[in-house]
């Protein structure tokens, strides 16, 4: 299989601590490197956890508060600075642009390179991204401001061929492709070869979903229902639910409780608030919901 994998950048929330970064995430899938968010201080932690700058194929931004934002504008002049020249995609609420062109516009920054910008619907689900191989969606989460999930889920691959049924059958270059989605083969005789015989199935496609920050909502089930991985915020303890019903967040608990409902294969919880140094808490709470919770930490990796 070619890799699908997460690397944790940072999964604080929004007061700045000297023990964890602000939301940033770097998924590397279909041979494209991808980035979720970009707090303050992502471009030292691709650094630190070497992770290729060059790759970057595009950012998505959740929504625009600064622990998701203020990393973004020291990357694009650092890449700028560096040498890129191939285009960045943005995708994120519309408003951003204006931040950017503002900011770049304010500092005299002259980028090597273009940027895209593509702006999020924040009412409804909608695919923002796809090539052969993956789709990328978003959908509306429920926060203070427009805030959107993501989605990063592998297309149905098509039969895999046995390399000896083509050399046995002789089969022409030009009909693996029918074979592939499922055609049966016939001989130059009229012989038919069952589709079964000359196939094996393909590796399950995979799916990644996002969110944070949102509080609980059963809304967003069904656009994450059975992911492989779900990373959801979790930035309160169950004592402190009334400051994330106040704040638009979710406590660990709820975090679960969307996991279980959602049927994912595992849960990763991030984005805590500054107030908990341990998060042995949190961490309970959650796997008393759902067993296969993990807690997120920096520099983590997650092959989906």
Known sequence: ????????????????????NPTSQLIEVNNKLFMIDCGEGTQLQMRKYKARMSKLHSIFISHLHGDHVFGLPGLLSTLSLMGHTGEI??????ELEYFLTSFMKYYGTQLNY???????????????????????????LKHRVDTNGFVIAEKDAPLHMKGDMIDFYRIPF??????????DFITEDGRVIDNKLLTTLPN????????????????????????????????FEEAD?????????????????????????????GHYSSRYRE???????????????????????IDI
């Not at 030009?174 to 055609?183: L, P, R, T, Y």
Request: hydrophobic share 35%; proline share 4%.
């Open 89 to 94: 995609n943005i995708y994120a609420h519309k």
């Open 114 to 140: 273009k940027i895209n910008h593509f702006h999020l619907d924040s009412k409804n689900n909608s695919v923002i991204y796809e090539n052969k191989s993956i789709e990328i969606s978003s959908f509306p």
């Open 204 to 235: 399950p496609p995979r799916k990644y979903a996002y969110c944070s920050d949102t509080a609980y909502s059963t809304k967003i089930i069904p656009y994450i229902k059975g992911a492989d991985v779900l990373y959801h915020e979790a930035t």
């Open 279 to 301: 998060l042995n808490q949190l961490h309970s709470e959650a796997k008393s919901i759902f067993e296969n919770t993990v807690l997120a930490f920096e520099g983590m990796k």
């Open 241 to 269: 639910k009334a400051r994330a019903k106040k704040t638009y967040h979710s406590t660990a608990k709820q975090a679960a409780e969307i996991a279980k409902q959602s049927e994912v294969k595992k849960l990763i919880v």
């Open 1 to 20: 299989m070619t890799p699908f994998q997460v690397t944790i950048l940072g999964c604080g929330s929004a007061m700045p601590t000297t023990y964890r």
């Open 174 to 183: 030009s009909k693996i492709k029918e074979i592939k989605d499922g055609a």
